[in-house]
């Protein structure tokens, strides 16, 4: 669908500085903003993920284009977040990242540092940008519960397998986590004992290819 904002302050403010979508794929809304000849407004972009300096600063938007905010490519839709995979470390981890309801002035149609939750000092929203795995949770695009499994039986840590799970190795036994929750537990991760409170998620952890432990 095109952008439901026509003029530049309506652009400027509601899209400036933040993520949306075009063509399906996850852009960062820049501040450069052209005409057409016709005089229809074309907001820039970058395509996600995208260089940021080593020393911090100012970004470096390579591959910059500007299309017209009437293009049906566009889609200022709300975001089904979740579980982010952070491998900066050499111990994998996991934020649990959600958009909070801002209303106002301060709205913005798509994802910015100031309407998500969930990163910090290790992580920070514009880091997050330079990296796949931002991209990778806006895309729903996770490895399988074998393949998360697999790493984190080797290097321990926490990896997210769907936006809403992942599993952990802590002192040589396995976690599941839903929603930032703890779910269920197994000594080798090849079969889990569900929480009782949490029984209602076996269909979803079969779905996924993990075997569940009888009570």
Known sequence: MAVPFRSMEEITDRMHSSVCIFEGDPVYITGSVELDPAGVL????????????????????????????????????????????????????????????????????????SNLTGFDRHLSFFTALAGQNFKNMLLNKYPSYQVAHARVLIKGGTIAFDKQLAVEQSEDIFHLYYRDRKIASSLTGEAYKVNRQHIYLKELLVEKRIRIIEA
């Open 42 to 113: 074309k907001p820039g972009f970058v395509k996600l993920p995208f260089d940021v300096p080593a020393h911090g600063g100012m970004m470096r938007p390579r591959g910059l284009q500007n299309i017209l905010v009437t293009d049906p490519g566009w889609s200022v839709k709300d975001f089904n977040l979740g579980y982010l995979n952070d491998d900066h470390n050499e111990i994998p981890r996991v934020l649990y990242v959600t958009r909070m309801p801002v209303r106002g002035l301060g709205y913005k149609a798509g994802l910015t540092e």
